[in-house]
Structures are given as structure tokens and as C-alpha cells.
């Protein structure tokens, strides 16, 4: 997608599981080339949010609209260029780094798992293993790719499932709390990436609580509370914001 154009488009999502409202009438777009990030307070709905995204949970109603499509299953969303990681980590431990961000290059391959699991393909499988190999340089754990993926501190295997995200060639990545756990150092390489990445043209989404983090990266912020949408701006407008100091800052 080119610069500025819509890449994701959500649009009056309510989700109810029994008679909780986790998600209330909310709305948002991502563009291609921009950073938006969702925040609010614990069991406000980001993740829940990033699920009917991400096509893992069907809302209660509303629509997520991705490069102009809606409906689309999970699958057809990663296809199609929508790359997520998790708040809870989920990498397979006693794989090699490697191998767990070569899973991600799979994702989009044309035979998938099944024809890389019987080999039989070997072209497009040293493709895939380089592909996996420059994106964990690219996260700084390139001297890492032999180990296994569990030995990893929780930060590197955040920064890892970003590799494995970005192996699969995604043109939007939903980031569900990437710099909880990371060190400093590695913050700032994550910020340094996220505007290389946005640079590239790429849409991000991503579930943050640290503001000065946000504040040098994020081109607009969304805030949400109890489900609803509280306000939505600038950070710098946002940090200033009466109701979302009350809210969520202040606490
Ligand atoms: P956040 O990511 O903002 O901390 P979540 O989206 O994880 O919030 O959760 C929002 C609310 O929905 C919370 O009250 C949580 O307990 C509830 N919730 C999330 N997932 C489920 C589920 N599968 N079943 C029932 N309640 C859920
Ligand atoms: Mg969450």
C-alpha cells in the first residue's frame, strides 16, 4: 500500500462475552506509514481488540476492513499482509530461535508448513531460513538464531516473535505490548526499528503503557477505557488530556 492509504479500517466493534462489554463502539484506522498506539489501563479491551482484528475472535458486531476487504478469516488476513505478536508470548521453546522466525516466512509461503515439513522444496526452503536469519539481525538477536527460543530472556523472545511477525513480509503489524519486559537498550533499538519500519511504509498498531517510549514514536495515540474509546490524538495532546489524566496517567 502507499503511503497514507488506509490500510485497516475498524469501524463500530462491540464485543460482549456474557455480560461484560470488553469492546464498546470502537473505532480506528491505521494508514500505511503511520504508527498508531492503544492505551488504557488493564481489562480496558486492547487485546481483545487486537483479536477481532487479527481474526482469532469474531466481534459481537461491527467490521474490521483490512486493504479494503472485510470478513476475512485469520488466515486470509495473514496472507494478505497482517502480522501480530502476542501479549503472553507464544514461541515453541524448544525450537531454535531460527526455526521459530522461519515458521513466520512460512506463513506466507506458497506451499506452507506441509510442504516445508516434507522438504520438498529445498530452494524455498534456504530462502525462508535467510529471510528468518535478516530479520533476527534485524531485532538484534542475530547471535542468537542457534539457540533455543525458550533460553531467550522474555524481552528477546518479544523482540523474536517481532522477527518471526516480520518474516512474513506483513505491510501492518499489531504489536500487543512489545517493550513490557524489554531492558532500556533494547527499548530504544525496538523505537529505533518501529520509525524504520513506518519509514518502509509499514502500518503499526501497537498496545503500549510506557508514554515516554510512545512519545518520540507514535503518530497518533488512542485511549481506551472499560472498552469505550476515551480520547484519541497526538501524544502530546493526549498526555495533556484532562480526562485521560483522570483516567489512566494520573493513577
Ligand atoms: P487489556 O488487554 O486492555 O488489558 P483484555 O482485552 O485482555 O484487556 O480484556 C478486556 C476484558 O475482557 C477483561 O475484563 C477480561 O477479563 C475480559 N476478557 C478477555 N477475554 C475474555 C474471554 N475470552 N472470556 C471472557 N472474558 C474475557
Ligand atoms: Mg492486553
Known amino acids: 500500500p502507499a503511503s497514507g492509504e488506509t490500510v485497516l479500517a475498524v469501524r463500530g466493534i462491540h ?29 480496558a479491551g486492547k487485546s481483545t481488540l487486537f483479536d477481532i482484528v487479527s481474526g482469532i475472535t469474531p466481534p459481537t458486531s461491527g467490521t474490521v476492513e483490512f486493504r479494503g476487504r472485510s470478513g476475512l478469516s485469520l488466515r486470509a488476513l495473514a496472507l494478505g499482509g497482517m502480522g501480530r505478536t502476542f501479549q503472553h508470548v507464544r514461541i515453541l521453546p524448544d525450537m531454535s530461535v531460527l526455526d521459530n522466525v522461519a515458521l513466520g516466512a512460512h506463513a506466507r509461503g506458497r506451499g506452507g508448513l506441509v510442504r516445508a515439513a516434507l522438504r520438498l522444496d529445498r530452494g524455498e526452503e534456504a530462502r525462508i531460513v535467510a529471510e528468518a536469519q535478516r530479520q ?116
Open 15 to 43: 464485543k460482549a462475552f456474557g455480560a461484560l462489554l470488553a469492546n464498546r463502539d470502537i473505532s480506528l484506522d491505521v494508514q500505511a506509514g503511520e504508527i498508531l498506539a492503544l492505551i488504557g489501563p488493564n481489562g
Open 136 to 251: 533476527l539481525d534485524r531485532v538484534g538477536l542475530g547471535h542468537l538464531a542457534m539457540r533455543s527460543a525458550g533460553s531467550l530472556s522474555l524481552g528477546q523472545q518479544r523482540l523474536l516473535e517481532i522477527a518471526r511477525a516480520l518474516a512474513s513480509d506483513p505491510c501492518l503489524l499489531l504489536l500487543d505490548e512489545p517493550a513490557a519486559g524489554l531492558r532500556h537498550l533494547e527499548k530504544q533499538a525496538l523505537a529505533d526499528l518501529l520509525v524504520q519500519l513506518r519509514s518502509e511504509g509499514m502500518g503499526i498498531l501497537l498496545v503500549e503503557h510506557d508514554m515516554d517510549f510512545l512519545m518520540g514514536i507514535a503518530d497518533r495515540v488512542l485511549v481506551i477505557q472499560f472498552g469505550v474509546k476515551l480520547a484519541e490524538g497526538d501524544p502530546s495532546s493526549i498526555q495533556r488530556d484532562p480526562a485521560v489524566i483522570e483516567a489512566y496517567l494520573g493513577a
